[in-house]
DNA sequence: GCAAATTAATGATTTATTCAAG
DNA sequence: CTTGAATAAATCATTAATTTGC
């Protein structure tokens, strides 16, 4: 069925250039030529198809390709470095932040907390869809006052049990429930500053923690 | 105007624990009382008046707080640890892409780019927001082929050009505009290797450059 | 240095949740 | 399933501590 197709020298559809062509054109981009006039594509061609068979237009279109995916390749380069600097930084911040329990940590740890970035982080999309949407997260740190909204008192006789503990409390009545140690509960052998009870207190937590 | 207020003991609206008191309380709460009962609470009150005015609720108040807010500081050290942790995990994954050229670095981080975790990092809260409403963003990396979706084909007659120049390569014109330098234009010691090539042209970009 | 202004800490209250008994 | 006691979480309000502009 099949007619004679030319055995021979198989008919590739496009251009393949050859080692020797490949490292004169690199050479010849790190040179210095980026976009070749009419007549350099002439001349370099011509020179080039020593090595092998070659047209106008693949010079052409190598140059065209290479520069741009030059291009390329440093403009992600230089976002990723950029990311990498970014990452840096915050990690940096944190660490200092953690080290030293710095006065506002906690305000600025709350305020990540709440917004839309964390909750991306966590994976939680639909949370910061909502929250980006109400506009309820305020970028700047110093307006971010929660947003109690209306808090309707429901539930006006809810101090009864609070009331209760305090009249027994206050109403002197000694010695009621379970196991009461009384003398035991005043050890009190204190030579401890309250500036190290602050400080030992807060334990670092093991660093077996994992993200996500 | 004003009539005889009591200037001997100016009545302080809520209790201000002595130095005493507070470390007394401190050295019980960490000898394992957390939440004292009604009468450990008498006892406890008894014993403090010593060092000052003060009452039961105050005790029983300074428990619930004090509990309470050794829990938050806890969990918000935690959660800076684990945030810590993240940082580093992500950073520590940057830098392997970007020192070893992974093969599909590029890949990960066009998605990065896309995402609106990348948008809310620069403050594009309106982008990220739409995003996020639109479902245009995908979380998963696996299904982040680009939403191309309709590329409308508006640009038919865009070939115009290209073919034009190709027109003026083909049709051997030669030495037509600019300062043409065909002879210096082929220096080609090339002793250097395509690898060397790659690796040597992508410099890291200088370190000045910040976030946000 | 100091006094007003800002911010953090913490005592006091209110609201929400848990859990056991009925 | 409902109820109520107990407690945890959230919030309010005042005092202590820091910063800031003379």
């Known amino acids: 069925m099949s007619p004679a197709v030319a055995s021979a020298a198989l008919p590739t559809s496009r251009w393949c250039p050859t080692p020797e062509q490949l490292m004169i054109l690199e050479e010849m981009y790190r040179g210095g030529i980026k976009t ?124 009864s049990t609070m009331k209760r503990i305090m009249v027994d409390i206050d109403a002197s009545s000694p010695c009621r429930n379970r196991t009461l140690k009384t003398l035991e509960l005043f050890p009190i052998t204190t030579t401890v500053s309250l500036k190290d009870q602050y400080t030992t207190a807060t334990q670092v937590p093991n660093p077996s923690l994992l993200l996500e």
Chains 1, 2 share one sequence.
């Open 36 to 159: 070749p006039t009419a007549s350099q594509i002439h001349h370099i061609t011509s020179y080039l198809s020593l090595y092998g068979r070659i047209e106008g237009k693949n010079v052409f279109y190598w140059f065209q390709n290479h520069k741009a995916r030059d291009r390329q390749r440093l403009r992600r380069k230089l976002l990723l470095h950029q990311h990498t600097l970014h990452l840096q930084k915050q990690l940096m911040y944190h660490q200092k932040l953690y080290d030293h329990n710095q006065p506002n940590h906690q305000s600025h740890l709350l305020h990540y907390l709440d917004s839309p970035l964390h909750k991306l982080n966590q994976g939680r999309v639909e949370d910061a869809s909502t929250q980006l949407l109400n506009g309820t997260w305020k970028a700047d740190l110093h307006e971010s006052g929660y947003n109690v909204a209306n808090l309707t008192n429901r539930f006006r006789d809810c101090d």
